[in-house]
């Protein structure tokens, strides 16, 4: 017998009941386990239910009569023994030993005569968890058994080159799919003729960056053409003092051939090309 | 279109589908030729006898019908691969199982079952593998999932359906207070799906 | 190992490697069984005969033996993958609606009646599709293209011409001085056809 004597009540203050402050060094007599097996034994367990139900299958125990005390005291051994090996113990071990204290206590109080034994009795919640362990166990081990696939069926796969003869289709479009898309596009633009000025105010810089990119792709630009009435009033001072300041900066040229004639915009580069022609 | 045409073809693309196909995606397939379902059917099960003693057979999963191996071959063709199949713990099998026997379930359920916190790492993978799924939730304070199996995890044991599964006993009826209270609950589960 | 039983394990092997298999690779994967290569070949024989009139055949072919599927099932097998044609975008139907409805138009007066740069991507794809060409410049700086819809667009949409298009409001009359100005411009199109 170890010192974990199992009379000993322990349910006050549970976690640190176990720690007795001495390690527990002899194994439980009735263990009959390899040393070396041992750890490997514990580590294997899938939790505090597995281990449970070991202790009772391993005794040949009857669930439904579940004898609390010795299944405490052993449980409590393994518990300690997973400590010494300073296995990773997860704290349900220790719920579970809480309640195995608990349902041990309840037993050894006298009850009351009145009260029904049978529906009261302190074991029930847990015989029927074991049971209900029990069955997911089995169902966990059907799983292991059956036939998995990648492990011991495999899906069996031809070649065909049958890919090489699908047909692109185009898209379809129905006639009234665009119309609607014409009064759509029209909508739109109505849209942002009514929003214009709700437009954010727009930056000269970034005008002037649109006028000289659109002098690269245009040689000449119409004056008129820079401006863009659908921006409104803003818009147009915008580009009006980003036009200024391309000439002030040198970068662009407005030209007028006669008065009245139209306007246009060339930029420099422009200018001395067209001269030289 | 004549049967025997139809038998190449069918078994052609179950050969070369990604997925298992079903009978009714098979029915489809073939809307131009207008074959009959009885033709269909009658084709499938043919080629189920004539596969019947090969290495590869005709088998009904829950997705449709597929082409796999002999499950007694597994051990002679993973000699293919270098990496061996994964094996999945103990903890991994007995949620599973639970999610399987007990759907639709929450994770404290599984929990409160196990005796143990379930590790996001085993819920995950078994989501990852396209296995479980949630249904829904439970409608009690916090709505917990509800966790039920999917087609792939039939498929991945090549069952047609969930009353495949070997037997196991019933959940025991609940006896204390508390248990009690926790089944009723159960019962309001709601189905998002 | 028993002949059957390697006609099994051979067959699946087949079905389930991703590359084909030469006669050696297979014969060294039963290195542990210890067959003949005579007892390899004849399985072989036999399995390609066994599959001669079925809808997958035995086929060597430059890096081995692969099962795959007979030549004339293609047209149906291709079916699988064949996808839903595709739909064009919304940008695209207004480009092109706006095209048929105001040509001749420029790319700029397209641009500037949707509010955004028309992509090269679309003009592209209704010029290839046969629906779109260019049928002058416009006499402005920059002589931009002028598009127009084609023959095959009335075929296409079964139009007789362009006056049987569904009827839509017109556009508001633009006050702009620059509307305007559009306007003139638009009539000096030269048309190059």
Same mark, same amino acid.
């Given at each position: 017998?170890?010192?974990?004597?199992?009379?000993?009540?322990?349910?006050?203050?549970?976690?640190?009941?176990?720690?007795?402050?001495?390690?527990?060094?002899? %194994?439980? #007599?009735?263990?009959?386990?390899? @040393?070396?097996?041992?750890?490997?034994? +514990?580590?294997? &367990?899938?939790?505090?239910?597995?281990?449970?139900?070991?202790?009772?299958? =391993?005794?040949?125990?009857?669930?439904?009569?579940?004898?609390?005390?010795?299944?405490?005291?052993?449980?409590?051994?393994?518990?300690?023994?997973? $400590?010494?090996?300073?296995?990773?113990?997860?704290?349900?071990?220790?719920?579970?030993?809480?309640?195995?204290?608990?349902? %041990?206590? =309840?037993?050894?109080?006298?009850?009351?005569?009145?009260?029904?034994?049978?529906?009261?009795?302190?074991?029930?919640?847990?015989?029927?968890?074991?049971? *209900?362990? #029990?069955?997911?166990?089995?169902?966990?081990?059907?799983?292991?058994?059956?036939?998995?696939?990648? =492990?011991?069926? &495999?899906?069996?796969?031809?070649?065909?080159?049958?890919?090489?003869?699908?047909?692109?289709?185009?898209?379809?479009?129905?006639?009234?799919? +665009?119309?609607?898309?014409?009064?759509?596009?029209?909508?739109?633009a %109505?849209?942002q003729n009514h929003h214009q000025v709700q437009r954010e105010k727009l930056s000269t810089r970034e005008r002037m960056s649109r006028i000289l990119d659109l002098l690269q792709s245009n040689q000449r630009l119409r004056f008129a053409d820079i401006f863009e009435p659908s921006e409104g009033k803003a818009g147009v001072v915008v580009s009006f003092l980003a036009i200024l300041e391309l000439v002030k900066e040198?970068l662009i040229e407005v030209v007028q051939v006669?008065?009245f004639s139209e306007i246009h915009v060339t930029n420099?580069?422009?200018?001395?090309?067209?001269?030289?022609? | 279109?004549?049967?025997?045409?139809?038998?190449?073809?069918?078994?052609?693309?179950?050969?070369?589908? *990604?997925?298992?196909?079903?009978?009714?995606?098979?029915?489809?397939? &073939?809307?131009?030729?207008?074959?009959?379902?009885?033709?269909? $059917?009658?084709?499938?099960?043919?080629?189920?006898?004539?596969?019947?003693?090969?290495?590869?057979?005709?088998?009904?999963?829950?997705? /449709?019908?597929?082409?796999?191996?002999?499950?007694?071959?597994?051990?002679?063709?993973?000699?293919?691969?270098?990496?061996?199949?994964?094996?999945?713990?103990?903890?991994?099998?007995?949620?599973?199982?639970?999610?399987?026997?007990?759907?639709?379930?929450?994770?404290?359920?599984? #929990?409160?079952?196990? /005796?143990?916190?379930?590790?996001?790492?085993?819920?995950?993978? +078994?989501?990852?593998?396209?296995?479980?799924?949630? !249904?829904?939730?439970?409608?009690? @304070?916090?709505?917990?999932?509800?966790?039920?199996?999917?087609?792939? &995890? +039939?498929?991945?044991?090549?069952?047609?359906?969930?009353?495949?599964?070997?037997?196991?006993? #019933?959940?025991?009826?609940?006896?204390?207070? $508390?248990?009690?209270? !926790?089944?009723?609950?159960?019962?309001?589960?709601?189905?998002?799906?």
């Open positions: 017998m170890s010192s974990a004597d199992a009379s000993t009540p322990q349910q006050q203050s549970l976690p640190l009941g176990f720690v007795r402050g001495e390690p527990v060094i002899d %194994k439980p #007599e009735d263990l009959y386990i390899p @040393p070396d097996a041992l750890e490997l034994i +514990l580590e294997s &367990f899938s939790g505090p239910m597995d281990l449970l139900l070991y202790l009772i299958r =391993r005794q040949k125990l009857d669930i439904v009569d579940l004898p609390i005390l010795p299944i405490t005291r052993q449980y409590m051994e393994y518990v300690e023994m997973m $400590k010494d090996l300073k296995l990773e113990l997860a704290a349900d071990y220790l719920v579970m030993a809480a309640m195995l204290a608990e349902i %041990k206590s =309840r037993m050894l109080l006298p009850r009351p005569p009145a009260e029904d034994e049978e529906e009261h009795d302190p074991r029930a919640e847990l015989v029927r968890r074991l049971q *209900e362990y #029990e069955s997911i166990r089995q169902g966990a081990q059907h799983f292991d058994a059956m036939p998995q696939t990648g =492990r011991d069926n &495999f899906v069996a796969q031809a070649m065909t080159d049958a890919q090489e003869l699908i047909e692109q289709h185009l898209p379809e479009v129905a006639l009234a799919e +665009l119309a609607l898309a014409f009064s759509q596009a029209l909508a739109h %109505k849209l040198a006669d008065a420099r580069e422009q200018i001395y090309a067209d001269s030289t022609t | 279109m004549q049967t025997p045409q139809l038998k190449q073809a069918i078994e052609a693309l179950l050969f070369v589908a *990604e997925q298992p196909l079903t009978e009714t995606q098979l029915f489809e397939h &073939f809307s131009e030729e207008s074959i009959s379902r009885k033709q269909l $059917k009658e084709v499938l099960s043919e080629l189920q006898s004539d596969y019947q003693e090969r290495g590869v057979q005709l088998t009904l999963v829950a997705s /449709g019908y597929r082409f796999q191996t002999r499950a007694e071959l597994g051990g002679i063709i993973s000699r293919l691969w270098q990496e061996k199949p994964p094996r999945y713990s103990q903890a991994l099998l007995e949620t599973l199982a639970l999610i399987a026997y007990r759907q639709p379930i929450t994770r404290g359920d599984i #929990e409160e079952i196990r /005796g143990v916190s379930v590790s996001s790492n085993i819920m995950k993978t +078994l989501q990852e593998r396209g296995w479980i799924k949630v !249904v829904g939730h439970r409608e009690v @304070p916090g709505r917990p999932q509800l966790y039920a199996t999917t087609n792939e &995890f +039939l498929d991945y044991f090549s069952l047609q359906d969930l009353s495949e599964l070997p037997a196991i006993p #019933e959940a025991p009826e609940k006896v204390s207070p $508390k248990g009690a209270a !926790v089944q009723t609950t159960a019962e309001t589960a709601t189905n998002t799906e």
